[in-house]
């Protein structure tokens, strides 16, 4: 089955550029999502598409893919950002998500 | 405004079957477009699809659930369902139910429910 894999965690300082890496076979040749989810919150939709973003969500998020990578960068990282960062991939009809990552802001 | 709610026993006992509904208001699920799926998180852990079903009543479901696992659809009352089979304390999670467009892999799910706690004890 596919896998996806973020690193357990990421810290950045206040105003700081934070990426969050997802790692994937030939995630490049698939497009990839990421959600944000705050504690007790539901996931929210920030990226999909690689490098879309949804109504409402900040230009400070952006996403890219290539190879076996999708990154999420949040540049000028405020500290209301911090929350777990899920990525997701389709691979043929199945929906996988990646393990998380939780971003702190310090 | 897209919203679901899902509803449903927060308490299964083991082996029994885990039954939940998740109602959309503000769209039609009937409209077609949209897939809408399942997705759970076991306390303090990951997201895990569990599967997604059409309006047509068309399913697919995640590999490794997919021999306890039956989605329905009811358009009338704009309603999906989830029934999960001989269920254990793995089973024990916050089930979201989600919408996901179907035009397009790169398609993300854009509307959640707020979860509904299913804790699995005797």
């Known amino acids: 089955s596919y896998e996806l894999t973020q690193p357990p965690s990421v810290s950045v300082s206040p105003g700081q550029t934070a990426s969050i890496t997802c790692s994937g076979d030939k995630l490049g040749d698939k497009y990839a999502c990421w959600y944000q989810q705050k504690p007790g919150q539901s996931p929210v939709l920030v990226i999909y598409?690689?490098?879309k973003r949804p109504s409402g969500i900040p230009e400070r998020f952006s996403g890219s893919n290539s190879g076996n990578t999708a990154t999420l960068t949040i540049s000028g990282t405020q500290a209301l950002d911090e929350a777990d960062f899920y990525c997701?991939?389709?691979?043929?009809?199945?929906?996988?998500f990646g393990g998380g990552t939780k971003l702190t802001v310090l | 405004q897209v919203q679901l709610q899902e509803s449903g026993p927060g308490l299964v006992k083991p082996s029994q079957t885990l039954s939940l509904t998740c109602t959309v208001s503000?769209?039609?699920?009937?409209?077609?477009?949209?897939?809408w799926s399942w997705i759970r998180q076991h306390p303090g852990k990951g997201l895990e699809w569990i599967g997604y079903i059409y309006y047509s009543g068309s399913t697919h479901y995640n590999p490794s659930l997919k021999s306890r696992v039956t989605m329905s659809v009811d358009t009338s009352q704009n309603q999906f369902s989830l029934k999960l089979r001989s269920v254990t304390a793995a089973d024990t999670a916050l089930y979201h139910c989600a919408r996901v467009s179907r035009y397009g892999s790169g398609s993300g799910f854009d509307y959640w429910g707020q979860g509904t706690a299913v804790t699995v004890s005797s």
């Open positions: 503000g769209g039609s699920i009937s409209s077609g477009g949209y897939y």
């Open positions: 997701q991939a389709w691979d043929n009809s199945t929906v996988v």
């Open positions: 598409q690689d490098s």
